[in-house]
């Protein structure tokens, strides 16, 4: 797919695209980022907050002013200052006490503004990002206000179990997705990574079809089929590669660099 028009911009899922399970990035990786965005805007979406996404933008050494899409879209920020864009909030009340009843043993956390977490109980090390502000709370403290996002994390359950979980919730007036491990994304309802692109390429004057975007995750399935080109890695779940255009090779074999030398 070579005669595939150049990009005008591209967007990039972090964990299991860029970086493997090891939090690593190649080098072949980062050159190809570097040379994409001398040309055009490179857009990290993520479900990372801010905290754990800013030294990924700092190690593929992206230019100030870049673009950065967090939290599964519910913030989109201006970096290197974090300076907040575009905000979606949501009470997580009703969601936290359907948790409680059928999920019991699972921790909770919620992102403060600061990038800091507020947790029911402590997460495996390195879940919320190795440097992490951490404060845990009793379940009535955990959102007093609105919040971008509920995580939702139990180590002694598998990703199928959590698939069931989320069925079981019945969540409405949300959004939410299943990680790669046992991990449950909640988001404000309507809000995926494609809402954090719509307003990053709005900044840029930008139309979708010139995006290209690449993930692995089944939180990346929205940002595909809005992309003009989605390509999931080599490494995603049957469903996350149902939906996108091609699939490229996985994270260990530098699907990313793949792509992005086809045209830059």
């Not at 993520?46 to 800013?54: A, C, F, K, L, M």
């Not at 575009?86 to 359907?98: H, K, L, Q």
């Amino acid at each position: 797919m070579t005669d595939t028009p150049r990009p005008t911009a591209v967007a990039l899922d972090i964990d299991g695209t860029l970086l493997d399970h090891d939090d690593q990035l190649s080098p072949a990786v980062i050159d190809a980022v570097r040379r994409t965005a001398a040309e055009v805007p490179v857009i990290l979406a993520t479900g990372r907050g801010w905290q754990t996404t800013r030294p990924v933008v700092e190690r593929l050494g992206l230019a100030a002013g870049a673009l950065v899409v967090c939290s599964n879209g519910a913030r989109t920020l201006r970096f290197p200052a974090g300076e907040v864009v575009d905000e979606r909030t949501f009470d997580p009340t009703t969601v936290i006490a359907s948790v409680r009843q059928h999920a019991p043993n699972a921790r909770m956390a919620v992102e403060e503004y600061d990038g800091s977490y507020l947790v029911t109980a402590p997460f495996p090390d390195g879940d919320l990002g190795a440097d992490a502000q951490i404060r845990v709370v009793g379940p009535d403290e955990l959102a007093p206000e609105p919040v971008t996002r509920l995580i939702i994390r139990d180590p002694e359950q598998s990703e199928a179990d959590f698939v069931h979980l989320a069925e079981r919730l019945g969540l409405h007036g949300v959004s939410y997705f299943v990680g790669w491990t046992a991990w449950l994304d909640i988001a404000p309802e309507g809000v995926d990574k494609s809402t954090g692109l719509k307003v990053a390429l709005a900044q840029y004057d930008l139309d979708r079809s010139g995006l290209v975007a690449l993930g692995d995750g089944r939180n990346d399935i929205e940002m595909l089929t809005y992309a003009g080109l989605g390509i999931a890695m080599g490494s995603a779940p049957d469903e996350v590669k149902a939906a996108a255009d091609e699939v490229t090779k996985s994270v260990q074999d530098d699907g990313v660099a793949a792509v992005l030398n086809r045209w830059f």
